[in-house]
């Protein structure tokens, strides 16, 4: 048995350590990033950890041949993908090409436009299913462990959903006047970007921010939180019979949307390219070298997070009010595997994904978003990996 993940970023330090504590089900693990130096630095405080050895390579990830070749030599149950939104496509058409599982993060988002959307990866479906492979999209916590708690809610306390809102509240501190807690450049693409909710069988946009909504998030208290789109609605939307809406708010301090408004407002967020002393620049990944690196957060990040899906609707005849919710202490998260909340409530499912797919018990022939599967295995492991979950009937 082995097991290939791609990306040696925040994230991927949780995956590889969390695949190494599994160990005995995963077998030869196997990192491959952009820079082979970091994947080197994650096996050294792997094997530190858990005394398990995983071998390193560099690989281009939007490079398909080599990523069939890597993934030829390695023949691995599966490819965990936890490089950047715009691989994904490169290393579906990789795992395609190789009849090999493939499991992600987050879905395509083309360089040029910040636009977060599954037709492209979805397109895949009928040649997934012809050769008989299984891709997971999105199993990470938002989406991910968000489309499980939805399904879970489904399948055992629900005869029909209404309304689902999304609750995402990071109330961790790093003590630097302005950082982001994954990938900078997708984290404020994503930020910037209008909001839009689904309401009645049709989608409804707003400004940016424009919605704000403060709501009490178990173990934290009262915050401030802004609607969003998130990629996990399309699914949802979907595949969630009966539902009449459903939103997304994530938690903003006004010291963080201070500094967004101003990056934004001198030119600093723009994706094309501007020509800069006879050089050609992009200003948001210029910014991106500027700050902190979002690995470098683990350690001074001291709080909590809350994350949850906070759902009405029907059971036997009368209405029900539910919030499932996982909190996450940062801390905690950097005595187990030295990393902040965030990388570790995002490595951790995709570890369970790549888990359940191994041991064969989330599978199918095709395309599948997180609450296409049976909820309880993956429910069961959060329990198990770090990632523990409480349901509040209200
Ligand atoms: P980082 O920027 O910290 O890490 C990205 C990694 O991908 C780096 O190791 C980088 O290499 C590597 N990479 C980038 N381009 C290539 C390439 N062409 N070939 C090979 N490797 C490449 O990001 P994060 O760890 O913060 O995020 C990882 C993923 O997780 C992202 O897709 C993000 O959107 C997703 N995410 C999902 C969440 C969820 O809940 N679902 C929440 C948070 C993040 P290099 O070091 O050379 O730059």
């Not at 809406?245 to 201070?258: E, G």
Request: proline share 4%; glycine share 8%; hydrophobic share 40%.
């Amino acid at each position: 048995m082995a097991v290939l993940q791609i990306g040696a970023g925040g994230v991927g330090g949780v995956v590889a350590h969390k695949l190494a504590m599994n160990a005995k089900t995963f077998g030869e693990i196997t990192l491959a990033s952009r820079t082979k130096s970091k994947c080197e630095e994650i096996a050294k405080s792997v094997l530190q950890k858990t005394g398990i050895e995983i071998r390193c390579e560099s690989v281009d990830a939007d490079d398909v041949d080599a990523l069939v070749a890597l993934i030829e030599r390695i023949k691995p149950k599966v490819v965990i993908n936890v490089a950047l939104p715009y691989q994904d496509l490169s290393i579906m058409e990789a795992c395609l090409r190789t009849k090999t599982h493939y499991l992600d993060t987050a879905n395509y988002e083309h360089p040029d436009t910040a636009k977060f959307e599954y037709k492209e990866q979805w397109a895949f479906h009928e040649r997934y299913k012809e050769v008989g492979i299984f891709a997971l999209l999105g199993s990470g916590f938002d989406p991910g462990v968000t489309n499980v708690f939805c399904a879970y809610a489904q399948k055992h306390y629900f005869d029909e959903i209404h309304s689902i809102d999304i609750l995402d509240c990071n109330a961790g501190d790093h003590g630097y006047p302005f950082a982001t807690n994954f990938n900078p450049e997708i984290n404020l693409r994503e930020v910037s970007s209008r909001g839009r909710y689904w309401e009645n069988g049709k989608w409804i946009e707003t400004a940016p921010m424009e919605i704000m909504q403060v709501w009490d998030y178990p173990e934290i208290g009262e915050k401030d939180s802004y609607l969003l789109y998130h990629e996990e609605l399309e699914s949802l939307v979907k595949n969630i019979k009966g539902l009449k809406r459903i939103r997304f708010f994530m938690t903003f301090s006004q010291n963080y949307l201070n500094h967004m408004r101003c990056l934004e407002n001198v030119g600093m967020l723009r994706i094309d390219e501007v020509e800069h002393n006879g050089e050609k620049i992009i200003p948001i990944q210029f910014l991106k070298t500027l700050l902190p690196d979002p690995a470098s957060l683990a350690g001074r990040t001291v709080g909590k997070t809350n994350i949850g899906c906070y759902i009405q609707g029907i059971k036997d005849g009368k209405a029900k009010t539910i919030y499932i919710y996982n909190v996450c202490d940062h801390q905690e998260c950097f005595k187990e595997v030295s990393s902040q909340a965030i990388s570790y409530t995002t490595g951790v499912p995709a570890m369970i994904g790549a888990k359940l797919i191994v041991e064969g018990k989330w599978s199918g022939n095709g395309v599948f978003n997180m609450e296409e599967l049976d909820p309880d295995p993956f429910m069961e492991e959060l329990n198990i990996q770090g990632l523990p979950w409480k349901v509040l009937e209200l």
